[in-house]
């Protein structure tokens, strides 16, 4: 039968051991995780001892797909990057951004009423992933993924991508690191050449995007960039912010890095909180109701705004408990 996702054996041990337990594949330290979900120990690690841990095994894996982005990056690089990146998440931009959330969430909306009217049943995990990754295509690079009514070629490479991290987080020995045997796109190891062919699809799609925002680049000091009035520009990604504020200069490979971080880490997780979420809500029908009502009284039919979801307090704790149950 298909292979199980791996967070579907991490679930089954979160529920058996709690929020904090010890994973190994084999008797030796390359192979032992710590798979920790519980909020306080995760507080710990995360923000008052970051400087007692490293990130292991993992930013090795990742750093084929990811580089030196924020998630494998190491303590310097992020240091330096995420000041930078960070800035771009401001008010104006969040609030032009509405528009972009409303827009693919509508395409989805379509699309679900059209399998509501044919009693068709819709696989919600895959809807949700699609959607997300349309935001962040939009948002982040300005390109039309419309991945919730058709697959790209760059949404299979990365999700082919995202596959192959998850399985080489489950081998002791990294074949893939071998000269032709497992590396590149002559690698003798048919699942390295497809991985390969993937990788580069994404990475030219990226750079394609990185040069564009470069020909018609624009300089402003960060503040004149708080002030843009996005709604009027043509481009108003966060990738035509890093490109064109002033004092935050990288190299292309560190931008790719950066932006393939925010597709790849971005649009699954979203996915996830939002299935596990919806799947909770099926089961619990007084409590879809109170989100329901929520959402009449404070929309009243129209599309969100950023102060409106300011205003969504209970479809927040929902959310907060969507993610306390499956971390």
């Known amino acids: 039968g298909a292979q199980r996702p791996l967070f579907m054996a991490l679930h089954k041990y979160f529920q058996q051991f709690g929020g904090a337990y010890k994973l190994s594949f084999a008797p030796v330290p390359q192979a032992t995780f710590y798979v920790l979900s519980d909020p ?8 008052d001892n970051p400087l007692c841990f490293d990130k292991g095994m993992l930013a090795e894996i990742l750093e084929p797909i990811l580089g030196k982005g924020l998630i494998p990056a190491d303590l310097e690089t992020w240091k ?7 800035p771009g998440f401001h008010a104006r931009w969040l609030e032009r951004m509405m528009l972009t959330f409303n827009d693919c969430a509508a395409e989805l909306e379509k ?5 509501a009217k044919e009693g068709r049943g819709v696989d919600m995990e895959g809807a949700y992933n699609s959607v997300s990754l349309d935001i962040i295509g939009k948002a982040v690079f300005n390109y039309e993924f419309g991945s919730v009514s058709r697959e790209s070629p760059v949404i299979k490479a990365a999700y082919a991508c995202l596959k192959e991290a998850e399985h080489r987080s489950t081998f002791i020995i990294p074949y893939w690191k071998i000269p032709l045997f497992g590396q590149g796109a002559f690698s003798l190891i048919p699942r390295q050449r497809k991985f ?10 990226l750079e394609e995007m990185i040069q564009l925002a470069r020909t018609f680049r624009v300089e402003e000091d960060l503040e004149a960039l708080e002030k843009r009035d996005y709604t009027s520009i043509k481009d108003p990604s966060l990738l035509r912010f890093l490109v064109d504020l002033r004092g935050g200069d990288c190299d292309d490979k560190q931008l790719r890095d950066d932006l393939m971080t925010l597709l790849v880490a971005g649009h699954e997780t979203t996915g996830s909180l939002l299935t596990w979420t919806t799947f909770e809500l099926a089961q619990n029908q007084e409590e879809m109701r109170k989100v329901q009502a929520e959402m009449d009284r404070v929309l009243n039919g129209r599309r969100p705004t950023l102060e409106d979801i300011k205003s969504l307090h209970y479809t927040r704790l929902v959310l907060a408990e969507g993610l306390r149950l499956y971390p």
């Open 111 to 115: 699309e679900l009423a059209v399998a």
């Open 80 to 86: 330096a990057r995420r000041p930078v990146i960070q």
């Open 40 to 47: 306080d120990v995760v507080k710990s690690v995360l923000k």
């Open 196 to 205: 390969a062919r993937h990788l580069q699809v994404l990475n030219d799609k």
